[in-house]
């Protein structure tokens, strides 16, 4: 089991969410600031199973729109491996 953490552009939350939840992934979106100038973020928490990984990722950059600005990413990407997972 995994845990996909992913830093988008508030702008990027909407598309990217909703092609998540199209392909049947559960998504949690956590408003928050970060970056040089404080920028509104938001935060998906995507929990999955060890082989969806690469197809969550593949949704992740093909949803995300480019940056117009020089040396802005897309999205910061965290992929973390979960030893327990309850659903109360």
Do not use: W
Request: glycine residues 4%; aromatic residues 4%; charged residues 25%.
């Amino acid at each position: 089991m995994k845990l996909i953490i992913a830093i988008i552009r508030d702008s990027d939350n909407e598309p990217v969410s909703r092609a998540l939840t199209s392909a049947n992934f559960r998504v949690t979106c956590i408003a928050s600031t970060g970056g040089f100038l404080r920028r509104g973020m938001s935060t998906l928490l995507i929990g999955l199973d060890d082989e969806q990984v690469d197809q969550a990722m593949t949704i992740i950059r093909e949803t995300c729109a480019p940056s117009t600005e020089p040396n802005v990413k897309k999205a910061t990407v965290f992929v973390l491996k979960v030893d327990q997972y309850t659903h109360l």
